[in-house]
């Protein structure tokens, strides 16, 4: 079982930039995804951004496609999701997600994709 730790979040004003970590322990993670996911209370939880650690392929969902970017020190068995031009309505609670993986060239949207999870961290944009 893979433990995640994910850090990073906080407040930012609109057009600002935010750095979340998220960190893994409990397996290397060379032939694992990772995930970012968010969630607003009261909707469910939505696909942000994954990397396939075995390919090396990376994929953004559209709303943040230019502006986020995501990337990983496998040495340090952690993760990055780098968000510039935050908007408000990127307010939410950003979850860490890792799942092995079936093959090299597949992106991994869905959260039944990924068996761990990390606890949230909240990233709060102000207009």
């Known amino acids: 079982q893979v433990q995640l730790v994910e850090s990073g979040g906080g407040l930012v004003q609109a057009g600002g930039s935010l750095r979340l970590s998220c960190a893994a322990s409990g397996r290397t993670l060379g032939n694992y995804a990772m995930g970012w996911f968010r969630q607003v209370p009261g909707k469910e939880r939505e696909f942000v951004s994954t990397i396939n650690w075995s390919g090396g392929s990376t994929y953004y969902a559209d709303s943040v496609k230019g502006r986020f970017t995501i990337s990983g020190d496998i040495a340090k068995n952690t993760v990055y999701l780098q968000m510039n031009s935050l908007k408000p309505e990127d307010t939410a609670i950003y979850y860490c997600?890792?799942?092995?993986?079936?093959?090299?060239?597949?992106?991994?949207?869905?959260?039944?994709?990924?068996?761990?999870w990390g606890q949230g961290t909240q990233v709060t944009v102000s207009s």
């Open positions: 997600a890792s799942g092995p993986v079936r093959s090299r060239f597949s992106v991994y949207r869905l959260e039944t994709d990924y068996a761990s």
